[in-house]
C-alpha cells in the first residue's frame, strides 16, 4: 500500500496507510543527528495502542559539508524547489513513497517501495532484510562535494531502539497527531555507532 509523503520543516514526513485497527503498518521520517548529518528513518509498526511497538528497517545518512548553504539567492532557492518537485513527482509516478527532503538549497532524493520493501538512491537499488530479522539497512550518502552526491557504502544494525525514542501518534478524524521523541537522537547515534562501518562515516 502506498504513504503519503509532506515536506515539513525541511524534513521528511511519511506514514503507513494500514488501518489504526490493524496489526501492522509503517512510517517514515527524518531528522538532524548532527550539524553534518541529518538521516531519513522507516519503520514498521506492530500492534495498536499501548502495545504498538515500532521497529527500524532502514536509515539513510546524508553527510554534508559543515557549512552547508544557509542563504540563497531566488533562482537558487526556486530551482533547488523544482528538483524537489519533479523528484517527488517522479517517486509517485512510479508508485514509490519519496523519501527526500529538502534544507535551504540541499536536495535530498530517494525513495522506498514498501511492498517490494526496497530503497532506491543515486539510480541504486537497495534491498531491506527480511521484516522477520533483526536487522536495519544503512545507507551512508556522501554530499560532502557541492552539486555532487554518492553512495559511500552500507551497514547493518540492531532494528531496535528504547521505546522513549519513538514517540506517539493518535488519530482524530482525518487529521493524525504526532509528538516527536526528544531522545530519538541521542538513542538512534548510540545504535548506529555500535557499527565500525557507520562509526568511519560520522564526522
Same mark, same amino acid.
Given at each position: 500500500?502506498?504513504?503519503?509523503? #509532506?515536506?515539513?520543516?525541511?524534513?521528511?514526513?511519511?506514514?503507513?496507510?494500514?488501518?489504526?485497527?490493524?496489526?501492522?503498518?509503517?512510517?517514515?521520517?527524518?531528522?538532524?543527528?548532527?550539524?553534518?548529518?541529518?538521516?531519513?528513518?522507516? #519503520?514498521?509498526?506492530?500492534?495498536?495502542?499501548?502495545?504498538?511497538?515500532?521497529?527500524?528497517?532502514?536509515?539513510?545518512?546524508?553527510?554534508?559539508?559543515?557549512?552547508?548553504?544557509?542563504?540563497?539567492?531566488?533562482?537558487? #532557492?526556486?530551482?533547488?524547489?523544482?528538483?524537489?518537485?519533479?523528484?517527488?513527482?517522479?517517486?509517485?509516478?512510479?508508485?514509490?513513497?519519496?523519501?527526500?527532503?529538502?534544507?535551504?538549497?540541499?536536495?535530498?532524493?530517494?525513495?522506498?517501495?514498501?511492498?517490494?520493501?526496497?530503497?532506491?538512491?543515486?539510480?541504486?537499488?537497495?534491498?531491506?532484510?527480511?521484516?522477520?530479522?533483526?536487522?536495519?539497512?544503512?545507507?551512508?550518502?556522501?554530499?560532502?562535494?557541492?552539486?555532487?552526491?554518492?553512495?559511500?557504502?552500507?551497514?547493518?544494525?540492531?532494528?531496535?531502539?528504547?521505546?522513549?525514542?519513538?514517540?506517539?501518534?493518535?488519530?482524530?478524524?482525518?487529521?493524525?497527531?504526532?509528538?516527536?521523541?526528544?531522545?530519538?537522537?541521542? #538513542?538512534?547515534?548510540?545504535?548506529?555507532?555500535?557499527?565500525?562501518?557507520?562509526?568511519?562515516?560520522?564526522?
Amino acid at each position: 500500500m502506498r504513504a503519503a509523503s #509532506h515536506l515539513v520543516t525541511g524534513l521528511l514526513l511519511a506514514l503507513g496507510t494500514a488501518p489504526l485497527s490493524g496489526q501492522s503498518g509503517w512510517g517514515a521520517d527524518g531528522g538532524t543527528l548532527s550539524p553534518e548529518v541529518r538521516y531519513s528513518l522507516i #519503520h514498521s509498526d506492530e500492534g495498536s495502542g499501548v502495545r504498538e511497538r515500532s521497529r527500524i528497517d532502514a536509515i539513510l545518512l546524508w553527510r554534508e559539508p559543515p557549512s552547508a548553504p544557509s542563504s540563497t539567492s531566488p533562482s537558487e #532557492h526556486e530551482a533547488a524547489q523544482r528538483r524537489y518537485r519533479e523528484a517527488r513527482r517522479g517517486a509517485e509516478d512510479r508508485g514509490r513513497t519519496f523519501l527526500g527532503s529538502l534544507t535551504n538549497r540541499v536536495v535530498r532524493m530517494a525513495e522506498y517501495d514498501p511492498e517490494r520493501r526496497q530503497v532506491f538512491v543515486l539510480g541504486r537499488e537497495f534491498a531491506l532484510a527480511d521484516a522477520t530479522k533483526d536487522s536495519a539497512l544503512v545507507i551512508l550518502i556522501d554530499m560532502t562535494e557541492p552539486g555532487e552526491a554518492t553512495v559511500a557504502g552500507t551497514a547493518w544494525v540492531g532494528r531496535d531502539l528504547p521505546s522513549d525514542a519513538w514517540g506517539r501518534s493518535w488519530s482524530s478524524g482525518d487529521t493524525t497527531f504526532i509528538v516527536r521523541s526528544r531522545q530519538r537522537e541521542a #538513542h538512534l547515534l548510540a545504535l548506529l555507532r555500535r557499527s565500525a562501518e557507520v562509526r568511519a562515516f560520522l564526522p
